[in-house]
């Protein structure tokens, strides 16, 4: 794969559009991941380089890292390679890919279309074959959209359990890193390494929730698309299938909807997002895209008296998924409600475009929850990929992944 | 509180030694922290100031906070009145607080000793009266470690519960925000509006653990000074009281011993805090005082290779206290091996003085475990103040708290 990566695919790696940078990082050790190539969102930090962030601003205002950030050397040290750094949303600020500083990475498998962000140039990499895995972070959903939207697999992981030393935060309450690849079974390799957990040979589920809340945002052909898969997942567990709805869950039903939980995360993320990089914005002056400057624009002028409410609500859709979700159960939603966008067709301002909050109703399940989640490409509609999800209760990311390699 | 500290307890507040700055903000909302004080650790962002760590070289290298931390904003929704800034450790890596730049805040319960870092300013304000509670970081011990040597109250929340957005990282695989208060009403009414959960008026406890390990690696007469309070806590709960051994919990007694979790600890913290701080300190080259300037040169020259295996190390003790521990359950151990250290008797070596190796094998548990852990102020040995801890599972901070309050 790096010897692809060094000789005759560079026109390859040109055409992505997904590499800030090429270069090679020999393993430091020997491992699991023997042979195997990755590269490196560049919001992550890699030794002597500066990490840049999607942004050029960002980039000429901080020196070059000392360290490489502790995944990537969890990853180098397993015995795997690193071939490049790939680019990223504004500060990972988005869920789209399109840079207007750096272009749009390729979506190999629907070339009109975005290939998702924040962590495009991460997707597009390994949906091109560059790469067998690549490392991208998620916090409302920048692992698990692109990866749906370019037809790979995504994890993201519990929160807390793979270390953000040296990734650059976006907002901490929900920051993780995640993981894109090819095939499941590299998912799963690479997964066991940063989480430093074995990943069981098999997974007993108990049961398998549908969440139909979920279903029933999306679009009515990706809702057609997933049936059969969806119908395939429960056969395979010969689990208790059971399709709930949040209404069914909560004494107060008019509190319960998808809508809600967008509504909490949102709050949550944007006085995060303000309190981490508010100072920096104001101090240089970035110069950003349309749509990141609309982005922190609003975080700016947010107001954050709703902050202390959403913590609550927070805390109370979490307890709900806790008492929901057993050890050895799954929970099964859609990965987004509608294929990638089509280029150049989504709006500026997050509040008025749909895709957005429709998108982050379902991403902000895993985020509310803390929960691991992986997204599966199972399905294709209008000739683009779209993924499946399956979520698990906090902290069991070794028993999802063995679940989820078995399905494939 | 707020009059006092304008009118005629300067004097104190000067005598404290705790304050970088004093200043009123007035709070932006009524809750139930109405008509309380507290005061900020100089490590989380207060908007319109520069946050300074503990070292002058990153009080001059970095803008204002354009935003309150997440957490400040959070306690002036609910009421409570901020009246200044705390000193810490530089950049939050020591237990000690004394600062070669600032300073050693007052220990008003034991004068010749060191209030105990690097939460040091806020358990100074707090132990003498100047306000009713602080908020601290606690990433290896930070707030615990301090609250015992003052004789106050202190909370470390679970892993990722409380949002340190706004606060400056050292090692974010542990680092939380905690709480210093004087009473342990108070720490339940902050830590209920931190974590936006309510504390249940009570908590039935099913067993306590008293960690045997834990108690053994004490000095003897902070092991005689905590008999008879433990005794009332086990009593008090009418719960079964077990004392256990690392020894018992596992297969491989080898590899179980407090040495172990404190060392894999260290890897763990040392890797990231290079990863965190790593371009900064290459960049600005900051003047130190002697002890953190030794402490980042050896996390510089750390042999990172050793990180992949305390990882699994971690998860594999982190998985031992999951399986101990159930809902219902405290651990009780020693907050720290012996009281406060006399000032200026520490080595400048953390790897020589064992204060630092014996505290971290107590404090270390429960950031491996990602547990929720409260110091009470519960006995005295030569005069100084010591504390006995009470830990949780992970998540059940509400429990925690409960359990605590009624105890006290």
Known sequence: MTDKIRGQSLCKVKESGAFIRVMTIEPKGSGPLNGLSFAVKDLMDVAG?????????????????????VCVDQLLFAGARCVGKTFTDELAFGLDGENAHYGTPLNPRAPDRVPGGSSSGSASAVACGIVDFALGTDTGGSVRVPASNCGIFGLRPSHGLISVAGVNPLAPSFDTVGILARSCDVLAAVASVLLGRDIPATAAVERVYLLKDAFEITDEDVREALAAPVERISNHFQAKTRTVSLRDLEEDPAELDLRGWYETYCRIQ??????????????????????????F????????????????????????????????DLLCIPTTPTPAPVKGTLGIDR??????????????????????????????????????????????????????????
Chains 1, 2 share one sequence.
């Open 351 to 408: 509040r008025v475009d749909t895709y957005f909050s429709r998108t982050l109703s379902l991403t902000a399940i895993a985020g509310i929850g803390r929960l691991p989640q992986v997204t599966l490409p199972v399905a294709a509609v209008q000739g683009a990929p779209i993924g499946v999800s399956l979520l698990a209760s906090q902290g069991n990311d070794a028993f999802l992944l063995a679940a989820a390699r078995s399905v494939m």
């Open 49 to 69: 380089l500066k990490t840049g962030c999607g942004n050029p601003t960002w980039l000429k205002t901080h020196p070059a890292a000392a360290a490489n950030a």
């Open 270 to 295: 944007w006085a995060e997002i303000w309190s981490c990089h508010g100072a920096w914005v104001e101090d240089a002056k970035p110069e950003w895209g349309p749509r990141p400057g609309m982005n």
């Open 297 to 328: 624009r609003l975080v700016k002028e947010f107001d954050r008296s709703v902050v202390p409410e959403a913590v609550r609500r927070r805390e109370a859709y979490h307890n709900l998924l806790q008492r929901l979700l057993g050890p050895r």
